[in-house]
């Protein structure tokens, strides 16, 4: 069984810095991509960064381009995201999910982590 345990959330002041972990098991961490998205109340989810294993690439949204960096550990099957300057927009819950060669997308999320930045 998939499972994905996101951990690293909390209250922090604006300009802090948190770090976000997406804990994997029940797959070969060696063939994915793990994206991570946030959901504001009210607003719809969005995806803030990805990292594929195949060949390393990342991805960031514009509004963290810079502040935000994503990165994996694949013999703790690991990622993190690495959240600086922190902005009170950043205020969201964070959901880690995975897309398995399996053609689900991601079909795979975890159980969300709050992060609540404060002016």
């Known amino acids: 069984e998939v499972q994905l345990v996101e951990s690293g959330g909390g209250l922090v002041q604006a300009g802090g810095s948190l770090r976000l972990s997406c804990a994997a098991s029940?797959?070969?961490?060696?063939?994915?991509?793990i994206g991570w998205f946030r959901q504001a109340p009210g607003k719809e989810r969005e995806g803030v960064s990805c990292i594929s294993s195949s060949d390393g690439s990342t991805y960031y949204a514009d509004s963290v381009k810079g502040r935000f960096t994503i990165s994996s550990d694949n013999a703790k099957n690991t990622v993190y995201l690495q959240m600086n300057s922190l902005k009170p927009e950043d205020t969201a819950v964070y959901y880690c999910a995975a897309e398995l060669p399996d053609g689900l997308g991601y079909g795979y999320w975890g159980q969300g982590t709050q992060v609540t930045v404060s002016s």
């Open positions: 029940g797959f070969t961490f060696d063939d994915y991509a």
